[in-house]
């Protein structure tokens, strides 16, 4: 579902009373939204459109609302009326690149399935790097939910229910936004780490296996990502079919 899909659909609702419990709300997906306005050339979804075009070319930082204004061509006064705040107009953004995530068809190997959409996802918030600063923001748009769903569908007919259900979701979850955000923090120039393991060398007694194993000097991302869900994805599997707790 797209943002303005969703605004749509939000503003249905709270005609119909049933946002009346997000009066106050703080998070964009739980206010109750306004009327839409009569703007023929400004909506929510042009204006996440043009805020991930600017995050993507120029990083959060150089993200305000009177930026953001100018470069749709209107004033403050008019973006505040579609958007409350500039956290508003991330966790708008945040959700609407993850309908870049494919969601795999749901009728194959759980074990695939969920590697192929992990995958998926790691991969657009890598090409959205601007999205790994905004890990552990309450996420609870359509996009998101969707593919949250989706991997706990999985994870259910593979065979987990109650806690363990919980456990696999959120390690799984973990796993992707750890690996994005040290991927995408991680910058030291070849040179720099050639030294940093010499460096591990030169006091291998504190740091034996570090010294011994090129501990700087590893950077395959994404076979170090991929061999990891798969130990991960073993765990689940050992505990499906062993019928652990």
Not at 39 to 62: F, H, K, M, Q, Y
Not at 105 to 118: F, K, S
Not at 205 to 231: E, K
Request: glycine share 8%.
């Amino acid at each position: 579902m797209s943002a303005a899909d969703e605004e749509t659909q939000i503003t249905r609702t709270a005609g119909k009373g049933g946002l009346k419990s997000g009066k106050g709300a703080r998070n964009v997906w739980l206010k109750a939204a306004r009327a839409p306005r009569e703007e023929p050339t400004l909506n929510r979804a042009r204006i996440v459109d043009e805020a991930i075009a600017l995050l993507d070319s120029e990083g959060i930082e150089r993200l305000t609302m009177r930026r953001l204004a100018e470069r749709l061509g209107h004033g403050s006064t008019t973006l505040y009326w579609h958007v409350d705040t500039k956290d508003d107009v991330l966790d708008l953004c945040l959700d609407a690149i993850y309908d870049e995530v494919p969601l795999p068809d749901p009728a194959g190997n759980w074990r695939d399935e969920i590697t192929e959409m992990l995958t998926g996802w790691r991969t657009v918030m890598l090409r959205h790097r601007w999205s790994t600063a905004l890990v552990g923001r309450p996420m609870i748009g359509p996009n998101i939910l969707a593919r949250m769903e989706f991997l706990q569908a999985s994870l259910l007919r593979a065979g987990l229910t109650d806690t363990r259900l919980a456990a696999a979701t959120w390690g799984l979850y973990n796993h992707v936004m750890g690996s994005v955000v040290t991927r995408a923090g991680w910058y030291m120039p070849a040179d720099e780490r050639v030294q940093a393991q010499q460096h591990l060398s030169e006091h291998g007694d504190s740091y034996p296996t570090l010294a011994a194993h090129g501990y700087m000097l590893a950077d395959d991302w994404d076979g170090t990502f991929n061999r990891s869900l798969d130990y991960l994805l073993d765990g689940i599997h050992a505990h499906v079919t062993g019928g652990e707790d």
